[in-house]
């Protein structure tokens, strides 16, 4: 029996095909028994329509590469399936970097969700705390104000009592120099007339009295 690589490998053709199918070699003539053929097919009724259930396009490719390989494969021929190995390699690392940037998609939308979140919470605690600090703030300003004003009350209030009592002091000082001036002019009228009466009781005698001097001077 033939090797079924040698039975198999394919010969140019002399029109150009656009499928490039190989064509399988007549084996030649020989006293053998021939050996019956075995061509490998790749047919897509080979696979149950009842296992596929609307597959996405990337698995179709990569069931047609994987079938393809083998189809090489079977025939000896290693630059389909080096072809099919490149472009199932080329796949892979296209579904890596897919992979990858969802991944890195993913971790940037949930950085910025936790970010907002917590900026979400940090704003409402400095409005609570704001809140919490113009409350204090109003709350000290009345009490200050509120002293300010019984303070000034406070004030006013001695202010009157001082204007009274120096009003009074006022008065008793007018009414003691008032006083004064009752008892000096009174003095002052007693003295005119003992003078009155000694200048007379000269005009009468013609002689000054000896204690004259002493009561001028005496009070």
């Not at 609570?128 to 009490?143: D, F, S, T, V, Y």
């Not at 009466?197 to 009468?204: D, L, M, P």
């Amino acid at each position: 029996m033939r090797d079924m690589g040698t039975e198999m490998t394919p010969i140019a053709s002399q029109e150009p095909s656009r499928t490039a199918t190989p064509i399988i070699a007549s084996s030649p003539t020989s006293s053998r028994t021939p050996t019956p053929q075995r061509t490998a097919e790749f047919s897509v009724s080979n696979i149950d329509p009842k296992k596929i259930e609307m597959p996405e396009e990337e698995e179709v490719q990569m069931s047609t590469r994987q079938e393809i390989m083998d189809l090489g494969e079977r025939l000896g021929k290693t630059t389909i399936a080096a072809w099919a190995s490149k472009e199932e390699k080329s796949a892979a690392r296209f579904t890596d970097t897919t992979a990858y940037k969802a991944a890195d998609i993913g971790r940037e939308n949930r950085a910025a969700d936790w970010q907002e979140t917590e900026k979400a919470k940090y704003l409402a605690r400095f409005q609570r705390e704001e809140a919490k600090i113009q409350a204090w703030e109003n709350l000290q300003k009345a009490k200050i104000e509120a002293e300010m004003k019984g303070i000034e009350a406070k004030i006013e209030r001695k202010r009157a009592r001082e204007q009274d009592r120096l009003a009074s002091k006022l008065a008793a000082v007018s009414h003691r120099a008032e006083a004064k001036r009752e008892t000096a002019e009174a003095r002052r009228n007693q003295e005119a007339a003992r003078t009155e009466e000694q200048a007379a009781r000269i005009r009468y005698t013609g002689h000054t009295p000896s204690s004259f001097s002493c009561w001028c001077w005496c009070p």
